[in-house]
C-alpha cells in the first residue's frame, strides 16, 4: 500500500538547523508531488512548500523563503526538509504529504508526522 | 494568500444527527476545495477532493458541495468516529491555505 514514513522527533536549539526524512513506499516516487505542512501545537494546518521529485523543482511558501529547503533522492524514495535558524515558535508536527494533481492539487496520503521541539 | 475561513470553530453533536461545516474563501477558488479530517493525535486525512469528489474507501455519509467562495462539508448521520477536527484546504492559488479548524464533539 501506499505510505510515507517519516523520521523521528528532535529537539533543536534556536538557531540551529533540522533535516526531516520521509521515504515513500507503494507507488512510483518520481510521479507525485512531495508537499511538507507543519502544525503547531493546539494549531491548524500551515502548508511550507513543494517538491516535484523528476524535475527536481519546488515551490515554496514565501513565509519560509531563504530558510527552508526541500530535497529527495530518488536512489532511496526519500524526500527531505531542512528548516534553518530555527526559533521557538518552530516547535511542531512537520507532516509530508504526497500530492495529487487533478482537478487541483490535494494530499494522500499523509506520513505520521515528526514533531521538532525548539528550545534552549 | 487566499484566507479561509470555517464555521462554526466547533460544535457538538449527538450520533446520526446532520452536521454542516461551512468553509469560506476570500476570493473566487473555483472547485478547488479538498475537505481533510484529523482525529485527535493522528495525522490528517483526504476525505474529499474538487468541491465533492469522495476519496476511495470514505464513507458516503460525507458529501461536499459549493462553488466560487462558498462551501460545505455534510455528515448525514454522525457517528462515534467522526470525532475529529476538520479541514478545508483551497488549492486554486499558491500558497495553499487552510481553514482555521472545526472540531466536531460527540454529545
Not at chain 1, 507507488?27 to 507525485?32: H, K, L
Not at chain 2, 449527538?14 to 469560506?24: A, E, L, M, P, W
Not at chain 2, 476525505?47 to 462553488?67: C, D, E, H, K, M
Not at chain 2, 462551501?71 to 479541514?87: G, R
Amino acid at each position: 500500500q501506499v505510505q510515507l514514513v517519516q523520521s523521528g522527533a528532535e529537539v533543536k536549539q534556536p538557531g540551529a538547523s533540522v533535516k526531516v526524512s520521509c521515504k515513500a513506499s507503494g507507488y512510483t516516487f518520481i510521479d507525485y508531488y512531495i508537499h511538507w505542512v507543519r502544525q503547531a501545537p493546539g494549531q491548524g494546518l500551515e502548508w511550507m512548500g513543494r517538491l516535484n521529485p523528476n524535475r527536481y523543482v519546488t515551490d515554496y511558501a514565501q513565509k519560509f523563503q531563504g530558510r527552508v529547503t526541500m530535497t529527495r533522492d530518488t536512489s532511496i524514495n526519500t524526500a527531505y526538509m531542512e528548516l534553518s535558524s530555527l526559533r521557538s515558535d518552530d516547535t511542531a508536527i512537520y507532516y509530508c504529504a504526497r500530492g495529487h494533481r487533478s482537478l487541483g492539487d490535494w494530499f494522500d496520503p499523509w506520513g505520521q508526522g515528526s514533531l521538532v521541539t525548539v528550545s534552549s | 494568500d487566499i484566507q479561509m475561513t470555517q464555521s462554526p470553530s466547533s460544535l457538538s453533536a449527538s450520533v446520526g444527527d446532520r452536521v454542516t461545516i461551512t468553509c469560506r474563501a476570500s476570493q473566487s477558488i473555483d472547485g478547488y476545495l479538498n475537505w481533510y479530517q484529523q482525529k485527535p493525535g493522528k495525522a490528517p486525512k483526504l476525505l474529499i477532493y474538487a468541491t465533492s469528489t469522495l476519496q476511495s474507501g470514505v464513507p458516503s455519509r460525507f458529501s461536499g458541495s459549493g462553488s466560487g467562495t462558498g462551501f460545505t462539508l455534510t455528515i448525514t448521520s454522525l457517528q462515534p468516529e467522526d470525532l475529529a477536527t476538520y479541514y478545508c484546504h483551497q488549492s486554486y492559488k499558491i500558497p495553499w491555505t487552510f481553514g482555521q479548524g472545526t472540531k466536531v464533539e460527540i454529545k
